[in-house]
């Protein structure tokens, strides 16, 4: 009997192992700590006390079956810890006996590797095992501890976590580091050049090397242009090589896949775990960028039967990461000749870009050719520049390039040629407005990159982290960025005449980005304050270390778990003795018009603005992206404006507002939500006529998000929006922002949480 993790991996080991063999799955873990309660003797060595889940008995009660009519029983989880410690607690709630148990690994699901790993058995690793359990119980020590701080010092229901409120932290650092940025203009000249001596069509784009503060000065500099002469002062011919980057690690492809396919880590975890699964890449939980020999000789054979021996170059990639411990080998194909699979657009997509990383990292570097021409004039000293990138020799760009953080990959440039001295005929020069960009948010992608970088969290922890802090208690929301649209003046030059022209800016505006919400920078704040130890950057990545040394046999799990929790509890006693509790307000100003004080706050239903006291106050909710910290007196007056009255259609009024779920128009009794980047302070009447007409001629309840390929609906049924799944209803937390509703959230909500019940004499809305 062999036992692995999920159904779909044993299928895919039964058919390589055939009859004599049966491969039965565990799904997942069996044992854990127990879920209401500490679960956790701390009196005694810090003992987990471990129970069989009811939803697992079952499972438990079939693998003792199958074991006591077994000679040898298999124990083929995962080679990372967490799989040690799945073989661990299955020999232990099986009773399995150590003379007929063995423990195996592999890293890819191959007959190959299968076969391999039946003749090398081993027995399983207690030291990995041990460092699985630190972790799971320090991790439950601080939520276990924390989490009752935060309920009673500043609302229920919330949650803490060791490398969660960090990574939380690190979210609202940055975006306080975006809202202290002063933004400011500036004027940027580009032109366009005719080269002397070349045809009537060749034009050269090139960039001043200054950038001017004012339009004053920018304007002077177009002025000196009227009948300058323009020529080249200087060309600079550099050959460089290009070098592949290295095969896929956990994070590299939680990041690429982000930037190149806009899949969410946990989208992307999803889709590699199905791959490794049906036996077509390796173990997508590591730390090594290594690649088998066998590997490194397929990729080989595969780039020179198809490209030649010029484009191949095998290499090596050591491992950079911080305590690299996990599988032995990079994510891979495991096989290079397949080059195509079934599945699903989502697989094949991912599976595809997986292969291309491989066999580029195994492809010869490319040659590449850079020239940096300056252009100058006979009346200023600054210069023109132009860049250009040719490529002489493509190399493993002919596979694949690595996408950039915040940046567009290169493009390859042709310019005509040219010698220095050559007279340069300017043919339209523009100074345009511009403004200094803020630090980038995190996304995803960057935020993984910057766990990794202070060596926070592992590969396995990336995805829940990120989820939990997204779809778990709405401390984050991964969305938009609007910016702000400032109105500015661009000038241009053409046949000797300065002419203006006034276009809008937008500034900061950004996409798919993680938003900090008030309730996590409250959370974040109260937790730097007062626990300032377990949020500290270094301790964080420190603890992996203490891991890392529990599983190489250098220290004692227990007295690790002991040097933290000791002053951690004293801590957590003093903070919940104390009578300070977390009640943010901050105060605006007064309003112009009554002279009453607008605070903002966070309440019971989230943050507000309050406008007066007593029985003429008004209160109002703050829009997605607001902050309490950095909403001005003239965004929170606006908040009162509404309800708007926008115009009248059909002998009733229409009513622009906004409630929980974001904007909406009232007319009569028939409410009709507006697009959620729709601001209802300026909306217009026809732009409502056209959702009001829609909504009437609806068949069916308002469907507000699709995702056809995951046979989810969210709809906004009479008593808010839920979601339709598989022919059964699942309800959406009290509180959840639409834009929050995306497909990876509402999977995890569908897979933690038990369908509605059809009650048709009910007539309240569905609770909690």
Known sequence: ?????????????????????????????????????????????????????????????????????????????????????????????????????????????????????????????MKLVDAQQARRVLDRLVGFELSPVLWRKIQPKLSAGRVQSVALRLVVDKEREVSSFKSESYYRVDAVFHPEGTPAAVKVKATLDKHFPTIGEAKGFLQDCIGASFSISSIDKKEASRTPAPPFTTSTLQQEASRKLHFSVSLTMRIAQQLYERGLITYMRTDSTNLSTLALGTAKTYITENWGEQYSKTRQYHTHSKGAQEAHEAIRPTYISTTDIQGTAQEKKLYNLIWKRTVASQMADAKVLRTDIKISSDKRSEKFSVAASEVLFDGFLKVYME????????????????????????????????????PARYSEATLVKKLEELGIGRPSTYAPTISTLTTGRGYVLKGDKEGTKKSVTNLTLK???????????????????????????????????????????????????????????????????????????????????????????????????????????????????QKGEGENKQTARLSAGQLIESITLQEALSLFKLPRKVGEYNGNDIIATKGKFGPYIKWGDVNASLPKSTDPMTVTLEECIKVLDKKLTQSGPEIIREYTASDITVINGKFGPYIKHAGANYRIPRGTDVAALTEDFCKKLIETSEPTKHRSFKKKGPKD
Request: proline residues 4%.
């Open 1 to 125: 009997m062999v036992i692995v993790e999920s159904p779909a991996k044993a299928g895919t080991i039964q058919k390589f192992l055939g009859d004599g063999f049966i491969v039965k799955p565990s799904y997942g873990h069996i044992r854990d700590l127990q879920e209401n309660s500490l679960s956790v003797d701390v009196e005694h060595n810090f003992r987990p006390e471990y129970v069989i889940p009811s939803d697992k008995k079952k499972v438990v009660s079939e693998l003792k079956k199958y074991a006591k009519g077994s000679p040898v029983v298999w124990l083929a989880s995962d080679e990372d810890r967490e799989g040690e410690a799945i073989s661990w607690h299955l020999f232990e709630a099986l009773g399995l006996k150590k003379e007929n148990t063995r423990r195996i690994v592999f890293h890819e699901i191959t007959k190959t590797a299968i076969q391999n790993a039946i003749e090398n058995p081993r027995n399983i690793d």
């Open 403 to 438: 996408s950039q953080d915040e940046k567009s990959e290169e493009e390859e440039v042709i310019l005509p040629h040219m010698d220095k001295g050559q007279v340069m005929e300017g043919k339209g020069f523009s100074a345009d407005c511009k403004f200094t960009a803020p």
């Open 495 to 609: 046949g000797g005449t300065i002419t203006e022209s006034t276009k809008t800016e937008t500034v900061g505006a950004e996409k798919g980005k993680l938003l900090p919400q008030d309730i996590g920078v409250i959370v974040s704040d109260y937790l730097v304050k007062n626990f300032n130890t377990v949020m500290d950057y270094d301790f964080t990545a420190n603890v992996e270390k203490d891991f890392d040394e529990i599983a190489e046999g250098e220290k004692i799990w227990s007295e690790v778990i002991a040097s933290f929790y000791v002053p951690f509890h004293e801590k957590v006693g003093e903070v919940m003795s104390n009578k300070e509790y977390s009640h943010v307000s901050r105060s605006l100003g007064k309003d112009p018009e009554t002279g009453a004080e607008v605070v903002a706050r966070y309440g019971q239903y989230g943050p507000y603005v």
